[in-house]
Every structure is written in structure tokens, then in C-alpha cells.
């Protein structure tokens, strides 16, 4: 059994509860009975060494493992009181609340304005979309830097700049949760600090699941750190807990660099 | 063994000369295969080129053919083959980026679709001269459609699609698979990923893929002599029913002919056929050099 602390959650209705979750990849179990309660409008790191399965865990939150034809999940996600699992939900409306950013910036071969306008044209969000594009730049903290290039090439931005574009573009179509595959793995230090100052201030109005396999950035921008190891969760608390004080030795063999 | 010390080559053995020489022979070999191709075409277009060209002149283009060779041209096989081309287009296109897309983005990965998979691949080694059997008795004969462009141009869609379906998968699955999750990260069904994302990102593979199936389809002669195209016709078509006929088709009937200014008639003829060809890759090749620009 893994090692839980109590995840204050005072008032807050959680946002996300994962109940015995589990994922194969045809005979492989990659992620094993996880169980996880992710707090509203805070950020939890999924840590732990490759291959540990905290990407196909994060991909269990807005089941983008269904594209993936050889993967099975089983064990409830409950959002809203509801199992994002369930036989009447919409996989298509699970992905537009629940967002995701992934590894390498991935930006659609378009101009700058119509990769953020994209969300909101799919899904019929009406409105005046110039406001909503500018506000979702202002919010990935872009706007100042593409206000007036806004039909160039998303090509045309560098790296940090065309993730920062992605991180937008997910926040156009108002989702309550942004999951965050290792956003900054493929970005030199400063953008990644960028990146980092970002997640910090959307806190306040989403939740945030991000994967990392930097343990100093797990530290500085998350609330609560989940260690996984070989599918498992291995401990699962306040951050500061797991950094400084774990209970499980694996655990602090990771964080502290021993392995991993 | 002992390190060679001193300047590089001061040391050379007899193994190093040798291997030198074969890595010389090696791209000398290659370089006359490559040249085999090239000198190929080049003999053919100064064959044709010294016998055709006197005869290519606005006369030719604008003449039917003619018992008579001074007043023969090639008028009515080549609106033929631009009608043939153009429906075959019109036909095989859609059907077979239809069907490239179900099996690229819809199908599922089962036993059947593999078995679907490798009959399209089996499909396009087929000879041509059996398409224009099929075509005869499914075309021409059972659904009526007699003599016709229509005929023509169906019989040369279900050769070429094939190929196209092929090609189109290629540009489909070169479609990185990070856009394909980003555009379903932020809830677009599959029939929006596929329109808005993956369709206008393969296109211009898919249009070189069609254009280069088109010019294997523009010199066929089999199948259409199968469906009936004839080599004499003193007319343009008025409609997708009508009779016709196309280059090579006419190029043959020319050459067959004992007289030596017919032969001179298909050399022309050719040069036109030539022509169309060339046209046609460049456009395939501009189309691509667009697309590597996008990316």
C-alpha cells in the first residue's frame, strides 16, 4: 500500500479522484491501482524515474489513452461526482474541460491567431473571438510578444514561445483542469523559468496535474508531489513533505538523487 | 599490432589502396547506372524530336485525324484524352482519398483491414490489360454504358486508385501524431481532427500521389482498346457518352500504318503525348516542393 497524507482540502470539492486506476498496454500493466486525490486550484507533480508510468497516468485524466487502440483502462476517474469512465460520457467533452499540454510543443501548421482560435471554432464557443484569443494570449503571458503578429506563422516563434502558444491555445476553450505532460523538458532554462512563473499564476483559477522528471522544478511550482515507481504510487503528500521529510525509503532515495 | 605514427598516409598499405580503389569503382558503377535512365530518355527525345517536330505545328493540333497524312493531326485524341483524364480524376479522387482516410483514421486495427490493406497493394501490380477486361464486361457490357468516355474513364479510375489510395495513406500517416493529439487535447471529434488538421496537412502529398497516378494513366493504351476506344474519330465529344479516342491509342494506329509519313505523324504525336507527361510532373513536383516548404 502506498503512503498517503491527509490532502487538505478545507472547503474545495476536489477536482479530480482516482480510484484503483489501472492501464495495460495489451498483456504490460503499466500503471497499477492508483488511487489519487487531486486538490482544486492546486498543482500536483507526478515524479518518478522513466518509464514509471506518470505520463500514462496523466493521460488516464482526460482519456487521451482511448486513441491509443492497444491501451485499457480500468478503475473510476471521478470528476464532478462523475466517472469520466462511464458509458454516457463524451470522451470529446472530457478533453475540452480537462486540457492538456504536452511534452514538445506541438503547434498546428497555422497562424498564431487561428492556433489559439481553433478550441473555441471545434466546439461552437461563440462569442467574439478576437477577445478571447487576446485574453487566452494574455493569460499563457504571450500577448505582449505576438500582439502585432498575430497572423504569422506559429512556426515562426521559438520553442518556449510556440509552448507558452499551446498553453493558450488549451486555455481558450475554458477548461477547469490543465494536465501538463513535462511542458518544459524540451526548453532551455529560461523559458522553462517562464513556463514555470506561468503555472504558478494560473493556479488561481485551474487545477494542474504536471508531469515532471525535473525534481528542483516538482519542488518549486507544485503543492503536492505524487512518487511513482514501476506503475505503482509509491507516496503521495504535500510537497514539502516529500522533498524533506518521506516516509518511504524509495522515495527519498528519488528525491534525493540515487536513483532514478 | 603497431600504430602508425607519423604524417597521415605515411603509413599506407597495400589493404588501404585497395580499399580505396573498390570505393572508387563502387561510385563509378553507380554513377553508369543512374546514367542508363537518363540517356534512355535522352535518345528517346532526339528520336522523336528529329521525326516529329517538322510535323508539329498549329495545323496538327487543330486537325482531325486523316486518311490523308498531310492533313491528319491530332486534334480529336487529344481533347479525348484531356476528357478521360479529367473524369478519371473527377472519379478515382474522391473514392480513393475516401478510402485512404477510413483506413488511415477509421479503421479498425484488425485482420480485415490488413487483408483490405494487402489486396489495395496487390491491386496496383495488376496488368492493365485485365482492368480493361473487367471494364468491357462491367462497364461496357452489363451497365451499358457502351463505347464511351464514361466507360474509359471508369476502367482507368479502378487502375489507378490503387495507387492513389497508397500514396494518400503515405501523406496521412506523414501527419506528425502530436497534431493529431493536440486537435483532440482540446476536444475536437475525429471527423474535425481529420478535416481541419490531418486533410489539409497531407494534401499536397495526396495531389503529387493523384498526379503521378494520372500520368501512368495517360499513357495507358490496353485497357482503353479493351473499352473500345478507337483510333479513328473525326470528332470532339460533346458529352461523357460519346465515342473517342486518346494519344497513345492514335500514336498506335499511326505507327502501324506502312507509310513513312505516318510514322513522322506519330513522332508528333508523341512529342504531344511527351508534353502532356512532362506538364503533368511538374505540377506534381511544385506541388511537393510546396508542401517541404510548409513544414
Same mark, same amino acid.
Given at each position: 500500500?502506498?503512503?498517503?497524507?491527509?490532502?487538505?482540502?478545507?472547503?474545495?470539492?476536489?477536482?479530480?479522484?482516482?480510484?484503483?486506476?489501472?492501464?495495460?498496454?495489451?498483456?504490460?500493466?503499466?500503471?497499477?491501482?492508483?488511487?489519487?486525490?487531486?486538490?482544486?486550484?492546486?498543482?500536483?507533480?507526478?515524479?518518478?524515474?522513466?518509464?514509471?508510468?506518470?505520463?500514462?497516468?496523466?493521460?488516464?485524466?482526460?482519456?487521451?489513452? =482511448?486513441? $491509443?487502440? #492497444?491501451? /485499457?483502462?480500468?478503475?473510476?476517474?471521478?470528476?464532478?461526482? %462523475?466517472?469520466?469512465?462511464?458509458?454516457? @460520457?463524451?470522451?470529446?467533452?472530457?478533453?475540452?474541460?480537462?486540457?492538456?499540454?504536452?511534452?514538445?510543443?506541438?503547434?498546428?501548421?497555422?497562424?498564431?491567431?487561428?492556433?489559439?482560435?481553433?478550441?473555441?471554432?471545434?466546439?461552437?464557443?461563440?462569442?467574439?473571438?478576437?477577445?478571447?484569443?487576446?485574453?487566452?494570449?494574455?493569460?499563457?503571458?504571450?500577448?505582449?510578444?505576438?500582439?502585432?503578429?498575430?497572423?504569422?506563422?506559429?512556426?515562426?516563434?521559438?520553442?518556449?514561445?510556440?509552448?507558452?502558444?499551446?498553453?493558450?491555445?488549451?486555455?481558450?476553450?475554458?477548461?477547469?483542469?490543465?494536465?501538463?505532460?513535462?511542458?518544459?523538458?524540451?526548453? =532551455?532554462? $529560461?523559458? #522553462?523559468? /517562464?513556463?514555470?512563473?506561468?503555472?504558478?499564476?494560473?493556479? %488561481?483559477?485551474?487545477?494542474?496535474?504536471? @508531469?515532471?522528471?525535473?525534481?528542483?522544478?516538482?519542488?518549486?511550482?507544485?503543492?503536492?508531489?505524487?512518487?511513482?515507481?514501476?506503475?505503482?504510487?509509491?507516496?503521495?503528500?504535500?510537497?514539502?513533505?516529500?522533498?524533506?521529510?518521506?516516509?518511504?525509503?524509495?522515495?527519498?532515495?528519488?528525491?534525493?538523487?540515487?536513483?532514478? | 599490432?603497431?600504430?602508425?605514427?607519423?604524417?597521415?598516409?605515411?603509413?599506407?598499405?597495400?589493404?588501404?589502396?585497395?580499399?580505396?580503389?573498390?570505393?572508387?569503382?563502387?561510385?563509378?558503377?553507380?554513377?553508369?547506372?543512374?546514367?542508363?535512365?537518363?540517356?534512355?530518355?535522352?535518345?528517346?527525345?532526339?528520336?522523336?524530336?528529329?521525326?516529329?517536330?517538322?510535323?508539329?505545328?498549329?495545323?496538327?493540333?487543330?486537325?482531325?485525324?486523316?486518311?490523308?497524312?498531310?492533313?491528319?493531326?491530332?486534334?480529336?485524341?487529344?481533347?479525348?484524352?484531356?476528357?478521360?483524364?479529367?473524369?478519371?480524376?473527377?472519379?478515382?479522387?474522391?473514392?480513393?482519398?475516401?478510402?485512404?482516410?477510413?483506413?488511415?483514421?477509421?479503421?479498425?486495427?484488425?485482420?480485415?483491414?490488413?487483408?483490405?490493406?494487402?489486396?489495395?497493394?496487390?491491386?496496383?501490380?495488376?496488368?492493365?490489360?485485365?482492368?480493361?477486361?473487367?471494364?468491357?464486361?462491367?462497364?461496357?457490357?452489363?451497365?451499358?454504358?457502351?463505347?464511351?468516355?464514361?466507360?474509359?474513364?471508369?476502367?482507368?479510375?479502378?487502375?489507378?486508385?490503387?495507387?492513389?489510395?497508397?500514396?494518400?495513406?503515405?501523406?496521412?500517416?506523414?501527419?506528425?501524431?502530436?497534431?493529431?493529439?493536440?486537435?483532440?487535447?482540446?476536444?475536437?471529434?475525429?471527423?474535425?481532427?481529420?478535416?481541419?488538421?490531418?486533410?489539409?496537412?497531407?494534401?499536397?502529398?495526396?495531389?503529387?500521389?493523384?498526379?503521378?497516378?494520372?500520368?501512368?494513366?495517360?499513357?495507358?493504351?490496353?485497357?482503353?482498346?479493351?473499352?473500345?476506344?478507337?483510333?479513328?474519330?473525326?470528332?470532339?465529344?460533346?458529352?461523357?457518352?460519346?465515342?473517342?479516342?486518346?494519344?497513345?491509342?492514335?500514336?498506335?494506329?499511326?505507327?502501324?500504318?506502312?507509310?513513312?509519313?505516318?510514322?513522322?505523324?506519330?513522332?508528333?504525336?508523341?512529342?504531344?503525348?511527351?508534353?502532356?507527361?512532362?506538364?503533368?510532373?511538374?505540377?506534381?513536383?511544385?506541388?511537393?516542393?510546396?508542401?517541404?516548404?510548409?513544414?
Amino acid at each position: 500500500m502506498p503512503t498517503t497524507y491527509d490532502i487538505q482540502l478545507g472547503d474545495r470539492e476536489p477536482a479530480l479522484v482516482a480510484q484503483g486506476v489501472s492501464v495495460y498496454y495489451g498483456e504490460k500493466h503499466a500503471v497499477k491501482h492508483i488511487d489519487l486525490t487531486v486538490p482544486r486550484n492546486q498543482v500536483v507533480a507526478l515524479i518518478g524515474p522513466s518509464g514509471c508510468g506518470k505520463s500514462t497516468l496523466l493521460r488516464c485524466f482526460n482519456r487521451m489513452n =482511448d486513441l $491509443i487502440g #492497444t491501451a /485499457r483502462v480500468t478503475g473510476r476517474v471521478d470528476f464532478h461526482g %462523475q466517472d469520466l469512465y462511464g458509458d454516457r @460520457v463524451d470522451p470529446v467533452e472530457v478533453r475540452r474541460r480537462i486540457g492538456m499540454v504536452f511534452q514538445k510543443p506541438n503547434p498546428f501548421p497555422k497562424s498564431i491567431y487561428d492556433n489559439v482560435a481553433f478550441g473555441p471554432r471545434v466546439n461552437g464557443i461563440g462569442g467574439d473571438l478576437d477577445r478571447l484569443v487576446e485574453e487566452s494570449l494574455r493569460r499563457a503571458a504571450l500577448w505582449d510578444e505576438v500582439s502585432d503578429r498575430l497572423n504569422d506563422s506559429a512556426y515562426a516563434l521559438s520553442g518556449g514561445q510556440q509552448q507558452r502558444l499551446c498553453i493558450a491555445r488549451t486555455l481558450a476553450v475554458r477548461p477547469e483542469i490543465v494536465l501538463m505532460d513535462e511542458p518544459a523538458s524540451a526548453l =532551455d532554462p $529560461i523559458a #522553462t523559468q /517562464r513556463i514555470e512563473e506561468l503555472i504558478y499564476e494560473l493556479k %488561481q483559477e485551474y487545477t494542474i496535474v504536471i @508531469v515532471t522528471h525535473n525534481m528542483q522544478q516538482a519542488a518549486r511550482i507544485s503543492d503536492y508531489t505524487a512518487f511513482l515507481y514501476m506503475g505503482e504510487l509509491i507516496e503521495y503528500g504535500p510537497t514539502e513533505t516529500i522533498f524533506t521529510n518521506p516516509r518511504e525509503d524509495r522515495t527519498e532515495a528519488y528525491v534525493t538523487g540515487r536513483f532514478g | 599490432m603497431s600504430v602508425a605514427a607519423g604524417p597521415i598516409g605515411s603509413a599506407e598499405s597495400a589493404f588501404d589502396r585497395r580499399r580505396r580503389r573498390m570505393g572508387g569503382v563502387f561510385a563509378v558503377l553507380c554513377a553508369a547506372a543512374t546514367l542508363v535512365g537518363v540517356a534512355a530518355l535522352g535518345v528517346l527525345l532526339v528520336d522523336v524530336v528529329i521525326d516529329g517536330l517538322p510535323r508539329l505545328d498549329r495545323a496538327f493540333l487543330t486537325s482531325f485525324a486523316s486518311r490523308i497524312p498531310e492533313r491528319a493531326g491530332v486534334k480529336a485524341a487529344l481533347v479525348g484524352s484531356v476528357w478521360t483524364l479529367s473524369l478519371t480524376a473527377l472519379i478515382a479522387f474522391p473514392v480513393s482519398v475516401a478510402a485512404a482516410i477510413y483506413l488511415e483514421e477509421y479503421a479498425p486495427r484488425s485482420w480485415v483491414t490488413k487483408a483490405i490493406q494487402t489486396n489495395i497493394a496487390n491491386l496496383a501490380g495488376v496488368p492493365s490489360i485485365v482492368y480493361g477486361i473487367l471494364g468491357l464486361a462491367l462497364f461496357v457490357r452489363t451497365l451499358g454504358f457502351e463505347r464511351s468516355i464514361l466507360s474509359g474513364a471508369l476502367t482507368l479510375s479502378l487502375l489507378i486508385m490503387p495507387v492513389i489510395i497508397m500514396a494518400a495513406q503515405e501523406a496521412i500517416r506523414a501527419v506528425p501524431s502530436t497534431i493529431r493529439e493536440a486537435a483532440y487535447g482540446l476536444g475536437a471529434t475525429r471527423w474535425q481532427v481529420v478535416s481541419s488538421q490531418v486533410v489539409p496537412m497531407a494534401l499536397p502529398g495526396i495531389l503529387t500521389g493523384t498526379i503521378l497516378a494520372l500520368s501512368r494513366a495517360v499513357g495507358e493504351t490496353a485497357p482503353l482498346i479493351m473499352v473500345g476506344a478507337v483510333g479513328f474519330i473525326a470528332f470532339t465529344p460533346r458529352g461523357v457518352m460519346d465515342e473517342f479516342t486518346v494519344l497513345p491509342l492514335q500514336i498506335y494506329s499511326w505507327i502501324s500504318r506502312p507509310q513513312e509519313e505516318f510514322r513522322r505523324l506519330a513522332a508528333a504525336g508523341i512529342i504531344v503525348l511527351l508534353a502532356l507527361l512532362l506538364t503533368m510532373n511538374a505540377v506534381a513536383i511544385i506541388l511537393r516542393n510546396r508542401a517541404q516548404r510548409h513544414s
